[in-house]
């Protein structure tokens, strides 16, 4: 296994590691290493002026990308495997894409940068995502898009293509949520929006007004929210072109938006 | 409706002093004073009064006396005048009893029931002002063990470690909570100083990394403001705040009046909306995943930064320091019931928890009991008042203490209880423009290092008359504590033998 | 370990209160319950074919990190086909030496002889080339009850629990940690693929079923009676989480003559699930729904008979709600169930292949064994994923 040839110290890496096909990229088998050493690995290639990394034979690896902070925020990371929990946890940059399915907290305080699953993805995907964007093509676990936030011109957006389990969008305090059920399965969860303050969700098919939390209303879509489906379906189907559909026939299809009632859900509970 | 409430303060202004000068006018937000210009007097609404003395303090003439209304209501041992007013207030709002500052109730001070020794006949005393004594502490994990090569190189990995000159760290108090000016005196105490201050989970202002930076232990909480890849880098340590001892096992709450457009900046927040903190983060549900928490951080900062955990000193909080040392935290940080708030419901802060002496003592024997003491800092906080509070929380086993209800009065906090209501006079918990001004930051800062350096020279008087001339040989050491007035099981849990024995 | 017992066991030495001396004056020692978190693994043929311990250690070994080394075990099913009628009780005898160990197990053995028929034993075959903690002396025996007197009237489960009871609070460093038939636990101080290693499940056992757990407990009791599986007769229960209900459940199963010994969680599962399932035979679903019932809100909305139903379960049953965190694998000869609680705070991972089933804290750790899969979900909280034997599988 090339994993342990390698040099793991915060030393400068011996270049005995992986094949270079070209300048700047780097092919890693990632087989049965763990996870402080693949990410050592990514750190140093990073410094030494890798751009494109592929990933192969990733098994529960954690924390891919976190410690990519450094004199640049456009890597591209491409995962073949199951990372680990907290992929791209506070990533500030870059875009990693994962052929398969994610574990739990993808995306975790996540500042800015780009993920896209060719799969599903566990729970508390893009928990307190504050900037970038995640591509989901399938389902979604529990409490997605927990706590997100937005701020000037950090306008965070998650698009899911199948469904979601209970919790979606819970605290939730800015940013885009779109869930396209495209799978065909019903949304069946319940929770929707408890506590949310802010932001906003795009849901497409049907759902009941029990699935709501009592902080959230449904209402009807305006012409921004149009162009907010048209640009994030149309990202989406670029990510996925083997989806089958197109945007007009994704857009055709019943779109509720859900929204906070108040931004201050709470500001009536104390006395004072 | 009408409120059935008496005032909480009556004010008393001496007319043959007043000169209707307005200053107390202009000193209250609350609106207790207002000027009559029909009578040319001042007029007095005490129903507005919290009590926290500025106008009195401030007044040039000394004409004013503000005391707490007496109990007027029958005598009442279980329905005491604090119970009825409260009643009273829901039965008006129907809403949750906010307070402030720290659980003001009367559970016993263990620090108050502790003596310490000194050294007569068989062992020297130590003069301080004319022979080394040192104060000077690592915060940070340490190996089992130090490997040296051949060449007197070390080979062990060191884990990251903080050196501060003494004892004392201010505790985290965030920009949102407090004003600008009082976290800005915070952080210049804390490098003039040479300790550090903490920023609580409001984020670091951009302006204030590169010059404070240094000195900042910076906060991830459940609500995850204003954090960043920079936030995390330019701090000295991170702090994963779990709970705090005011309200331990609730969320926070930061009303949109204080979410001023800094405020928000800071926070990485829309202006104007409520910045609400869940109750627990919700990527830890379970101490493995405070574990992934840990490392997260630490890959986020390359393992550079020591990775503090704080949690609320509460039933069985020595199996959860415990486990959190496992978890891989340099330092575990707990705070005691007494501890101060910004804001918290009432019921919570006199009800849960436990003091700060009995959880501090209770997590140093364990974490020794099962040999992991050195891999840790511990930090002790909530209800450290003194001098000698600190010096005993040492000999109980804490590393460092946390200062900040202390830190708050040294700049001016007269422990008022109305933090939440955002009109600190005294400029501490506020973010009006207006009021927060009334805080010279260089002269806050002032306070706060002779705060620290009048505790210094104390404690090295109190080490010194033990015998003893650097800190670390105090850590733990019970032998120089004796319980005054405590029941056995108290004096099992502190292990301590009493004066005496 | 503390096993079911009948009234007749009931004058047990209160453990709660240990007194001990120190520094010449009695200190109250107050026995805490024992928190942990770990991950956990469970793997089934549904057909009942039969499988090594290799994949399912390098399963749990992949989630390496969940664990902190301080306990890991598992249990196997379907390992004994030629002893498939007898008990097999496996034992520990701990003790600071050879000599202590010795002797626990002559008091057992002479127990034993009184009590059971003993058809065939030896001692656990281990690796002693794998470095683990203070390993106990660790025996299986293969038995059938020896019913006598008043005890003629006991079914030989009852009999083979109010025994094992006894043995473990009465016989002082013996401990049954498994006692169904045809199935064992192995389990001790260590990662959990140290454990295995040191019993070499991957070359000396085949099950269809096989269930596993890595542990992070809080403390450090390092006590292999003390990791998990915990076992009572042919149930296992491997957990995850930490159950605020903890004191409530315990003191409503002490009421059934359990005596909770171990101050776990995983302890009460055990019994709560014994209680339910063995001895009222209720089935797996309404089990669920006892252990982690849907919300009031949910029922409210449900149609008459469901409503009325769940109303019910939730009334009765009320001290054995699990409240807070956790996901059970819990597993017996013919079926292996995972359940959440009710709004999910523990992770699950379910996924099919074949004839397979798979039950992981971590997909990862299945993809590293079964890379390629039919199927892969996250059960929803409070909704049991089970796998039963095949007819084929029964056979």
Known sequence: MEAQLIDCGTAQPAFNWGKSWRVGEVEIDAAGMPSKELNNLLRNCMLDGTRHFLLKNVCGQRYIGTRLVGPTKSLDIEIMGTPGNDLGAFLSGHRIMVHGNVQDGVGNTMDDGEIIVRGRAGDVLGMSIRGGKIFVKDDVGYRTALHMKEYMDKRPALVIGGTSQDFLGEYMAGGIVILLGLGGKPHLANYIGTGMHGGVIYLRGNIMPSQLGQEVEISPLDEEDRAILDRYVGEFLDRFPDIGMSKEEILEGNMIKISPISKRPYGKIYAY | MRSYLFPEFQVFRDESKCNQCRGCERQCAFGTHIYDPATDRMQTDETKCSGCQRCAIFCPRNALVVRPTPPYYRPNEAWTREKIDDLKKQAETG??????????????????????????????????????????????????????????????????????????????????????????????????????????????????????????????????????????????????????????????????????????????????????????????????????????????????????????????????????????????????????????????????????????????????????????????????????????????????????????????????????????????????????????????????????????????????????????????????????????????????????? | MGFLTGSTLACLADSCFEAMMKEGRVRREIREKEISSCSIFGAMNRDGERFTGEGITRAIANMHVRGNGLGGGFAAYGIYPQYQDYYALHMMFTGGNRQVKREAKDKFEAFLCANFDLVYDEEIPHDDEVRVMDPPLIWRYFVAPNKKGDEARLSDDDYVVGKSMWVNTQIENACVFSSGKNMGIFKGVGFPEEISEYFMLDRLYRGHIWTAHGRFPTNSQAWWGGAHPFGLLDWTVVHNGEISSYGTNRRYLEMYGYKCTLFTDTEVITYAVDLLMRRQKLPIELVSKVLSPPVWKSIDRMDGKSRKLLTALRMVYAPLLLNGPFTIIVANQREMIGLTDRIRLRPLTAATRGEMLYLSSEEASIRLISPDLDQVWTPNGGEPVVGELSERGCQ
Not at chain 2, 324 to 348: E, F, H, L, Q, S
């Open chain 2, 95 to 501: 809403g949750v009893l906010l307070s402030g500052c720290g659980s003001d109730k009367p559970f016993r001070i263990y620090w108050d029931n502790i003596v310490l020794n000194a050294s007569q006949v068989t062992n020297p005393s130590i003069d301080p002002l004319r022979e080394p004594m040192e104060l000077r502490t690592f915060l940070g994990r340490k190996p089992d063990l130090l490997e040296i090569d051949d060449c007197g190189e070390i080979c062990t990995e060191l884990g990251p470690n903080i050196t501060v000159e003494a004892p004392m760290l201010f505790s985290a108090m965030s920009y949102g909570a407090i004003s600008y000016q009082a976290f800005n005196s915070l952080a210049m105490a804390a490098r003039e100083f040479g300790t550090l201050f903490n920023t609580g989970e409001g984020g670091l202002p951009r302006e204030m990394r590169e010059e404070f930076g240094r000195y900042a232990t910076v906060q991830v909480a459940s609500g995850r403001f204003g954090i960043d890849a920079e936030y995390l880098n330019c701090a000295r340590a991170i702090e994963i705040k779990v709970g705090q001892g005011a309200k331990p096992g609730i969320g926070g709450h930061l009303p949109a009046e204080k979410v001023s457009s800094k405020v928000a900046a800071t926070r990485m927040i829309p202006e104007g909306t409520d910045a609400i903190s869940p109750a627990p983060h919700h990527d830890i549900y379970s101490i493995e995943d405070l574990s992934m928490l840990i490392y997260a951080l630490k890959e986020a900062t390359n393992y550079e930064l020591p990775v503090s955990v704080k949690v609320a000193a509460v039933h069985n909080v020595a199996a959860i320091a415990s486990g959190i040392v496992r978890a891989g935290a340099d330092i575990v940080a707990i705070d005691g019931m007494r501890g101060g708030t910004g804001a918290a419901p009432k019921a919570i802060r006199d009800n849960v928890g436990i003091p700060i002496e009995l959880a501090l003592s209770a997590v140093d024997r364990r974490l020794r009991e099962e040999g992991v003491r050195n891999r840790c800092t511990i930090i002790a906080g909530g209800g450290i008042r003194c001098s000698s509070d600190v010096i005993k929380a040492i000999a109980l086993g804490a590393d460092a203490v946390y200062i900040g209800t202390a830190a708050l009065i040294a700049m001016g906090c007269t422990l008022c209880q109305k933090c939440y209501t955002g009109k600190c006079n005294w400029g501490i918990c506020t973010q009006d423009p207006r009021l927060a001004g009334r805080l010279d930051t260089r002269i806050a800062s002032q306070r706060l290092v002779n705060l620290l350096t009048a505790w210094s020279f104390e404690i090295k008087e109190m080490l010194g008359g033990m015998g003893i001339n650097a800190i670390e040989s105090l850590r733990g050491n019970r032998d120089h504590l004796r319980g005054v007035g405590l029941y056995e099981w108290e004096l099992d849990v502190l292990a301590l033998k009493g004066a005496g024995e």
